[in-house]
């Protein structure tokens, strides 16, 4: 079963995803937060697998409850909805370790299978948030790896460094699987070492590694 915790400032905006969620029954929702440090606080007494989470709440905002999250309880896992993918907050709780970004308005089947998603360990990014992240990329201008990242992508071998930079491309598995015709387990085996080696939580973060690092660059 799948513990979820709703954390939006709008009572009928929780009260609408719990019903949604509630109705799948692999998923339950163990609690609802209104504001960015009580939901702090309900992940701390209720560890649940994910945290739902709004970006524009009072008292502690989406980011900062996110940072707080995955520092202190890295077990439950971050899932953020936001009501519009140029929200400036995207990119920023990209950094404080969220799990995957959706749109709010996004159709209840994706949301619902998007929590099943970050539950079972993997990043997600909503098309249209990935583009905004990517923009945000495209913008910065990164450096080359320093001495300690440098250590880490020491420790890939030649081919799990062409599955990270195919990764940081957007590319999925099945497609990476397709470019190194090889089969889509061996592909996450791949990703999983990479995950390990490089001290990361999911793809998502591999790709902001990679382009931290400045392995690959957006196109354009």
Known sequence: MIRVLLADDEELMRGGLRMMLQTQPDITVVGEASDGAQAVRSTAALAPDVVVMDVRMPV??????????????????????????????????VRAGAAGFLLKRTPPETLIEGVRTIASGEGLLGPSVTRRLLAEF????????????????????????????????????????????????????????ILAKLGLRDRIHAVVFAFDNGLVRPRG
Do not use: C, Q, W
């Not at 502690?60 to 400036?88: K, M, N, Q, W």
């Not at 099945?174 to 387990?185: D, K, M, Q």
């Open 60 to 93: 502690l905002d989406g980011v900062a409850a996110t940072a707080g999250i995955t520092a202190r309880h890295p077990a439950s896992r971050v899932l953020v909805l936001t009501t519009f993918e140029l929200d400036e907050y995207v990119f920023a709780a």
């Open 138 to 193: 495209a913008r910065a201008s990164p450096a080359p790896p320093d001495a300690a990242a440098r250590r880490r992508l020491d420790r890939l071998t030649g081919r799990e460094h062409e599955v990270l930079l195919l990764m940081a491309r957007g590319l999925s598995n099945a497609e990476i699987s397709v470019r190194l015709h090889v089969g889509e387990a061996t592909t996450k085996t791949h990703v999983g070492r």
